[in-house]
DNA sequence: CGTCTTTGACCAGCGC
DNA sequence: GCGCTGGTCAAAGACG
Protein backbone atom coordinates (compact mmCIF):
# COMPACT_ATOMS: atom_id res chain seq x y z
CA UNK A 1 0.00 0.00 0.00
CA UNK A 2 1.19 3.12 -0.30
CA UNK A 3 2.52 5.60 2.52
CA UNK A 4 -0.61 7.58 1.97
CA UNK A 5 -3.29 5.91 3.35
CA UNK A 6 -5.81 5.69 0.65
CA UNK A 7 -8.64 5.59 3.46
CA UNK A 8 -8.12 8.30 5.78
CA UNK A 9 -6.51 11.98 5.76
CA UNK A 10 -3.09 11.86 6.91
CA UNK A 11 -0.76 14.33 7.24
CA UNK A 12 2.99 14.61 8.86
CA UNK A 13 2.78 15.31 12.25
CA UNK A 14 6.88 15.60 12.49
CA UNK A 15 6.11 19.26 10.50
CA UNK A 16 2.90 20.18 12.56
CA UNK A 17 4.09 21.91 16.20
CA UNK A 18 0.56 21.98 16.93
CA UNK A 19 0.35 18.09 17.92
CA UNK A 20 2.19 18.20 20.63
CA UNK A 21 -0.44 20.84 21.91
CA UNK A 22 -2.59 18.71 21.51
CA UNK A 23 -0.75 15.25 22.67
CA UNK A 24 0.01 17.16 26.05
CA UNK A 25 -3.76 17.08 26.70
CA UNK A 26 -3.31 13.33 26.85
CA UNK A 27 -6.62 13.25 24.41
CA UNK A 28 -6.94 13.90 20.63
CA UNK A 29 -9.06 13.48 18.47
CA UNK A 30 -7.81 12.01 14.86
CA UNK A 31 -10.30 11.83 11.72
CA UNK A 32 -10.20 9.49 9.40
CA UNK A 33 -11.56 10.23 6.29
CA UNK A 34 -12.71 7.86 3.83
CA UNK A 35 -12.14 9.96 0.68
CA UNK A 36 -9.13 12.10 0.62
CA UNK A 37 -11.61 14.83 -1.53
CA UNK A 38 -13.41 14.81 1.40
CA UNK A 39 -11.18 15.86 3.77
CA UNK A 40 -10.16 18.68 2.17
CA UNK A 41 -13.39 19.85 1.71
CA UNK A 42 -13.90 19.68 5.17
CA UNK A 43 -10.43 21.50 6.10
CA UNK A 44 -11.99 24.22 7.91
CA UNK A 45 -9.46 27.24 9.18
CA UNK A 46 -7.51 25.86 11.95
CA UNK A 47 -9.07 26.35 15.15
CA UNK A 48 -6.98 29.48 16.38
CA UNK A 49 -7.15 28.73 19.93
CA UNK A 50 -6.05 25.01 19.84
CA UNK A 51 -2.62 25.11 20.52
CA UNK A 52 -3.61 27.25 23.93
CA UNK A 53 -6.43 24.77 25.01
CA UNK A 54 -8.75 27.36 24.93
CA UNK A 55 -10.86 27.15 24.68
CA UNK A 56 -9.42 23.81 25.36
CA UNK A 57 -10.76 21.47 23.51
CA UNK A 58 -12.84 20.91 20.31
CA UNK A 59 -15.96 18.59 20.98
CA UNK A 60 -16.41 15.30 20.46
CA UNK A 61 -19.13 16.70 18.00
CA UNK A 62 -16.99 18.89 16.38
CA UNK A 63 -14.88 16.24 15.73
CA UNK A 64 -17.35 13.48 14.44
CA UNK A 65 -19.37 16.21 12.68
CA UNK A 66 -16.21 16.91 11.01
CA UNK A 67 -16.23 20.39 11.53
CA UNK A 68 -13.01 20.83 13.21
CA UNK A 69 -9.69 20.59 10.78
CA UNK A 70 -8.51 17.46 10.22
CA UNK A 71 -4.98 18.86 9.68
CA UNK A 72 -4.56 20.18 12.80
CA UNK A 73 -5.92 17.35 14.50
CA UNK A 74 -4.45 14.53 12.33
CA UNK A 75 -1.08 13.74 14.28
CA UNK A 76 0.89 10.62 13.99
CA UNK A 77 2.40 9.54 17.03
CA UNK A 78 4.52 7.27 16.16
CA UNK A 79 2.59 5.28 13.41
CA UNK A 80 4.43 4.83 10.08
CA UNK A 81 3.26 6.73 7.58
CA UNK A 82 1.89 3.82 6.07
CA UNK A 83 -0.32 3.44 8.80
CA UNK A 84 -3.82 4.34 8.94
CA UNK A 85 -4.09 6.23 11.64
CA UNK A 86 -2.14 9.43 12.60
CA UNK A 87 -2.53 10.49 16.22
CA UNK A 88 -0.96 13.01 18.76
CA UNK A 89 2.26 12.60 20.73
CA UNK A 90 1.60 12.28 24.02
CA UNK A 91 5.47 12.89 25.22
CA UNK A 92 4.07 15.10 27.33
CA UNK A 93 2.47 12.91 29.41
CA UNK A 94 3.06 11.43 32.41
CA UNK A 95 0.85 11.57 34.88
CA UNK A 96 -1.04 8.28 35.58
CA UNK A 97 -3.94 8.09 33.97
CA UNK A 98 -6.64 4.83 33.70
CA UNK A 99 -6.12 2.46 31.25
CA UNK A 100 -8.75 2.02 28.72
CA UNK A 101 -8.50 -2.13 29.67
CA UNK A 102 -9.28 -0.69 33.04
CA UNK A 103 -12.51 -0.23 31.35
CA UNK A 104 -12.81 -3.98 30.66
CA UNK A 105 -12.73 -4.51 34.03
CA UNK A 106 -11.64 -8.33 33.32
CA UNK A 107 -9.09 -7.43 36.01
CA UNK A 108 -7.03 -8.83 33.78
CA UNK A 109 -5.04 -5.43 32.69
CA UNK A 110 -3.23 -4.05 35.55
CA UNK A 111 -3.95 -0.07 35.52
CA UNK A 112 -0.96 0.63 33.83
CA UNK A 113 0.13 4.54 33.56
CA UNK A 114 -0.02 6.65 31.16
CA UNK A 115 -3.01 6.18 29.39
CA UNK A 116 -3.67 8.32 26.66
CA UNK A 117 -6.64 8.54 24.06
CA UNK A 118 -7.18 9.31 20.80
CA UNK A 119 -10.43 9.71 18.39
CA UNK A 120 -10.73 9.02 15.12
CA UNK A 121 -13.83 9.00 13.26
CA UNK A 122 -14.20 8.35 9.68
CA UNK A 123 -16.66 9.77 7.56
CA UNK A 124 -17.64 6.37 7.32
CA UNK A 125 -20.72 5.43 5.00
CA UNK A 126 -20.00 2.51 4.42
CA UNK A 127 -22.64 -0.21 5.30
CA UNK A 128 -21.16 -2.98 3.63
CA UNK A 129 -18.37 -4.94 6.02
CA UNK A 130 -15.10 -5.29 3.97
CA UNK A 131 -14.49 -8.51 5.15
CA UNK A 132 -17.76 -9.56 4.21
CA UNK A 133 -17.46 -8.33 0.62
CA UNK A 134 -14.30 -10.09 0.54
CA UNK A 135 -15.47 -12.84 1.95
CA UNK A 136 -18.77 -13.07 -0.70
CA UNK A 137 -15.82 -13.04 -2.71
CA UNK A 138 -14.43 -15.70 -1.91
CA UNK A 139 -17.27 -17.63 -1.87
CA UNK A 140 -17.98 -16.91 -5.06
CA UNK A 141 -14.40 -17.79 -6.37
CA UNK A 142 -14.98 -20.95 -4.36
CA UNK A 143 -18.05 -21.76 -6.69
CA UNK A 144 -16.19 -20.45 -9.58
CA UNK A 145 -13.39 -22.87 -9.06
CA UNK A 146 -15.52 -25.82 -9.18
CA UNK A 147 -15.14 -26.70 -6.15
CA UNK A 148 -12.06 -27.83 -6.14
CA UNK A 149 -10.68 -27.00 -3.08
CA UNK A 150 -7.27 -27.68 -3.41
CA UNK A 151 -6.08 -24.04 -3.80
CA UNK A 152 -5.61 -22.75 -0.06
CA UNK A 153 -6.90 -19.05 -0.91
CA UNK A 154 -9.65 -18.86 -3.84
CA UNK A 155 -8.34 -16.25 -6.35
CA UNK A 156 -11.33 -14.01 -7.37
CA UNK A 157 -12.75 -14.39 -10.97
CA UNK A 158 -13.30 -10.51 -11.32
CA UNK A 159 -12.70 -7.44 -9.32
CA UNK A 160 -14.82 -7.42 -6.44
CA UNK A 161 -16.41 -3.03 -6.13
CA UNK A 162 -13.87 -0.54 -3.90
CA UNK A 163 -13.47 -1.78 -0.58
CA UNK A 164 -15.82 0.51 1.45
CA UNK A 165 -14.40 1.15 4.59
CA UNK A 166 -16.75 1.26 8.11
CA UNK A 167 -16.53 3.96 10.12
CA UNK A 168 -13.21 3.82 12.64
CA UNK A 169 -11.81 5.29 15.66
CA UNK A 170 -8.90 5.21 17.34
CA UNK A 171 -7.71 5.25 20.71
CA UNK A 172 -4.14 5.37 22.00
CA UNK A 173 -3.75 3.93 25.10
CA UNK A 174 -0.58 3.88 27.32
CA UNK A 175 -0.12 0.75 28.16
CA UNK A 176 1.71 -2.76 28.40
CA UNK A 177 -0.80 -5.05 26.92
CA UNK A 178 -1.41 -4.71 23.43
CA UNK A 179 -5.35 -6.02 23.52
CA UNK A 180 -7.16 -3.80 25.56
CA UNK A 181 -10.04 -4.96 27.34
CA UNK A 182 -13.33 -3.36 26.24
CA UNK A 183 -15.53 -5.44 27.38
CA UNK A 184 -16.07 -6.73 23.70
CA UNK A 185 -14.58 -10.60 22.81
CA UNK A 186 -12.31 -10.11 19.78
CA UNK A 187 -11.39 -13.12 18.04
CA UNK A 188 -7.37 -12.13 16.37
CA UNK A 189 -7.69 -13.45 13.08
CA UNK A 190 -4.19 -11.77 11.44
CA UNK A 191 -0.64 -10.24 12.17
CA UNK A 192 1.20 -8.44 10.35
CA UNK A 193 4.21 -6.42 10.25
CA UNK A 194 4.18 -2.59 9.51
CA UNK A 195 6.33 -0.64 7.41
CA UNK A 196 8.34 1.45 9.54
CA UNK A 197 7.57 0.28 12.56
CA UNK A 198 9.08 -2.26 14.40
CA UNK A 199 5.97 -3.44 15.92
CA UNK A 200 3.58 -5.79 14.24
CA UNK A 201 -0.35 -4.71 14.41
CA UNK A 202 -2.56 -7.20 15.50
CA UNK A 203 -6.25 -7.66 13.68
CA UNK A 204 -9.24 -8.69 15.45
CA UNK A 205 -12.82 -9.33 15.04
CA UNK A 206 -15.59 -9.04 17.10
CA UNK A 207 -16.64 -12.46 18.06
CA UNK A 208 -20.44 -11.86 18.19
CA UNK A 209 -22.46 -13.38 15.42
CA UNK A 210 -23.43 -10.69 12.30
CA UNK A 211 -21.37 -8.16 14.41
CA UNK A 212 -18.83 -7.08 12.01
CA UNK A 213 -16.99 -4.92 14.29
CA UNK A 214 -13.05 -5.02 13.95
CA UNK A 215 -9.97 -3.80 15.37
CA UNK A 216 -6.68 -2.99 14.91
CA UNK A 217 -4.14 -2.70 17.33
CA UNK A 218 -0.51 -1.64 17.14
CA UNK A 219 2.01 -0.20 19.36
CA UNK A 220 3.47 3.44 18.37
CA UNK A 221 7.15 2.53 17.15
CA UNK A 222 7.92 6.27 18.58
CA UNK A 223 6.03 5.57 22.05
CA UNK A 224 6.68 1.70 22.36
CA UNK A 225 4.24 2.61 25.75
CA UNK A 226 1.54 3.54 23.28
CA UNK A 227 -0.45 0.72 22.27
CA UNK A 228 -2.98 2.12 19.31
CA UNK A 229 -6.09 0.68 18.66
CA UNK A 230 -8.51 1.26 15.74
CA UNK A 231 -12.07 0.06 16.05
CA UNK A 232 -13.69 0.02 12.74
CA UNK A 233 -17.38 -0.44 12.64
CA UNK A 234 -20.30 -0.48 14.74
CA UNK A 235 -21.53 -3.21 17.20
CA UNK A 236 -25.04 -4.41 16.35
CA UNK A 237 -24.96 -5.91 19.90
CA UNK A 238 -24.29 -5.10 23.65
CA UNK A 239 -21.66 -4.85 25.54
CA UNK A 240 -21.43 -9.00 26.71
CA UNK A 241 -21.27 -7.86 30.27
CA UNK A 242 -21.12 -11.63 31.74
CA UNK A 243 -17.86 -11.91 29.67
CA UNK A 244 -14.63 -11.90 31.52
CA UNK A 245 -15.56 -10.03 34.42
CA UNK A 246 -16.91 -6.91 32.51
CA UNK A 247 -17.73 -3.54 32.65
CA UNK A 248 -21.05 -3.50 33.26
CA UNK A 249 -21.45 -2.00 36.57
CA UNK A 250 -18.71 0.46 35.74
CA UNK A 251 -20.71 2.02 32.68
CA UNK A 252 -22.40 5.55 32.97
CA UNK A 253 -26.16 5.55 33.29
CA UNK A 254 -26.02 8.14 30.14
CA UNK A 255 -23.89 5.44 28.23
CA UNK A 256 -24.70 2.33 29.80
CA UNK A 257 -26.09 0.54 26.95
CA UNK A 258 -25.34 0.60 23.19
CA UNK A 259 -28.60 1.55 21.61
CA UNK A 260 -30.44 3.35 23.99
CA UNK A 261 -28.96 6.73 22.72
CA UNK A 262 -30.30 5.89 19.50
CA UNK A 263 -28.24 3.77 17.68
CA UNK A 264 -25.45 0.79 18.00
CA UNK A 265 -22.92 0.27 20.32
CA UNK A 266 -19.92 2.16 18.54
CA UNK A 267 -19.88 6.07 19.42
CA UNK A 268 -21.49 5.08 22.70
CA UNK A 269 -18.67 2.77 23.28
CA UNK A 270 -16.63 5.39 22.39
CA UNK A 271 -17.67 7.90 24.72
CA UNK A 272 -17.38 5.25 27.43
CA UNK A 273 -14.39 4.34 26.77
CA UNK A 274 -13.13 8.22 26.97
CA UNK A 275 -15.02 8.73 29.86
CA UNK A 276 -13.49 6.61 32.25
CA UNK A 277 -9.98 6.90 32.17
CA UNK A 278 -10.56 10.61 32.00
CA UNK A 279 -12.75 10.34 34.87
CA UNK A 280 -9.80 9.16 36.24
CA UNK A 281 -7.28 11.74 34.82
CA UNK A 282 -10.02 14.60 36.30
CA UNK A 283 -9.00 12.86 39.66
CA UNK A 284 -5.25 12.91 39.14
CA UNK A 285 -6.27 16.53 39.05
CA UNK A 286 -3.37 18.71 37.77
CA UNK A 287 -3.31 16.90 34.80
CA UNK A 288 -3.81 19.71 32.47
CA UNK A 289 -3.28 23.17 32.19
CA UNK A 290 -5.32 25.33 34.52
CA UNK A 291 -6.96 22.29 35.39
CA UNK A 292 -9.00 21.66 32.56
CA UNK A 293 -9.22 18.33 30.98
CA UNK A 294 -10.67 17.28 27.60
CA UNK A 295 -12.78 15.19 29.51
CA UNK A 296 -14.28 17.96 31.76
CA UNK A 297 -15.15 19.35 28.40
CA UNK A 298 -16.93 15.83 27.62
CA UNK A 299 -18.36 15.86 31.29
CA UNK A 300 -19.87 19.10 30.44
CA UNK A 301 -21.64 17.96 27.40
CA UNK A 302 -22.26 14.41 28.63
CA UNK A 303 -25.36 12.92 27.70
CA UNK A 304 -26.10 15.98 25.30
CA UNK A 305 -23.08 15.34 23.98
CA UNK A 306 -23.94 12.03 23.25
CA UNK A 307 -27.03 12.81 21.58
CA UNK A 308 -25.48 15.54 19.77
CA UNK A 309 -22.76 12.45 18.93
CA UNK A 310 -24.84 9.35 18.15
CA UNK A 311 -27.23 10.85 15.44
CA UNK A 312 -24.19 11.86 13.38
CA UNK A 313 -22.63 8.88 13.60
CA UNK A 314 -25.63 6.32 13.74
CA UNK A 315 -28.19 7.63 11.31
CA UNK A 316 -25.74 6.78 8.20
CA UNK A 317 -26.48 3.04 9.44
CA UNK A 318 -29.94 3.62 9.56
CA UNK A 319 -32.39 1.56 7.48
C1' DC B 1 -13.87 -30.42 22.51
C1' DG B 2 -14.57 -25.70 21.72
C1' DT B 3 -12.23 -21.47 21.43
C1' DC B 4 -8.53 -18.74 20.39
C1' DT B 5 -3.86 -17.67 18.48
C1' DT B 6 -0.27 -18.20 15.20
C1' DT B 7 1.37 -17.99 10.75
C1' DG B 8 2.11 -18.39 5.87
C1' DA B 9 -0.20 -17.43 1.76
C1' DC B 10 -3.06 -14.76 -1.02
C1' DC B 11 -5.37 -10.58 -2.77
C1' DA B 12 -6.39 -5.55 -3.62
C1' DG B 13 -4.88 -1.19 -4.26
C1' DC B 14 -1.52 2.05 -5.09
C1' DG B 15 2.74 4.25 -6.83
C1' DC B 16 6.46 4.05 -9.89
C1' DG C 1 3.47 -4.40 -15.46
C1' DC C 2 5.82 -4.84 -11.27
C1' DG C 3 6.75 -4.36 -6.56
C1' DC C 4 5.29 -2.97 -2.14
C1' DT C 5 2.17 -2.90 1.67
C1' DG C 6 -2.06 -3.46 4.24
C1' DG C 7 -5.70 -6.52 5.00
C1' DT C 8 -7.71 -11.09 5.20
C1' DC C 9 -8.15 -16.08 5.05
C1' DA C 10 -7.79 -20.51 6.91
C1' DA C 11 -5.10 -24.56 8.43
C1' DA C 12 -2.64 -26.01 12.26
C1' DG C 13 -1.53 -25.80 16.81
C1' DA C 14 -2.13 -24.29 21.68
C1' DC C 15 -4.86 -23.89 25.51
C1' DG C 16 -8.30 -24.44 29.14
Known amino acids: MSDEPRDLYYHDPFHDDRHGIIGNTGFSF ?10 SMRAAPSPPNLQGFDPPYM ?12 NSLTTAFGLSPSSSEAFSPVEGNHKPVANLGDLGASGEIAGTPNSSISSSSTEAGAEEDSSKSKKDRQAKVSELDGGDGSKKV ?12 EPRFAFMTKSEVDHLEDGYRWRKYGQKAVKNSPFPRSYYRCTTQKCTVKKRVERSFQDPSTVITTYEGQHNHQIPVT ?4 AGGMLPPSVLTPGQMGGPGFPQELFFQMASPMNNLSAAGSFYPQ ?5 QQLQFHDYGLLQDVVPSMIHKQEP
Not at 60 to 68: Q, R
Not at 154 to 165: D, L, M, S, T, V
Not at 291 to 295: D, H, I, Y
Open 291 to 295: GLTPF
Open 243 to 246: LRGN
Open 154 to 165: NKPKKKAEKRQR
Open 59 to 70: SFTDCLNGSLDY
Open 30 to 39: SAINDSKADS
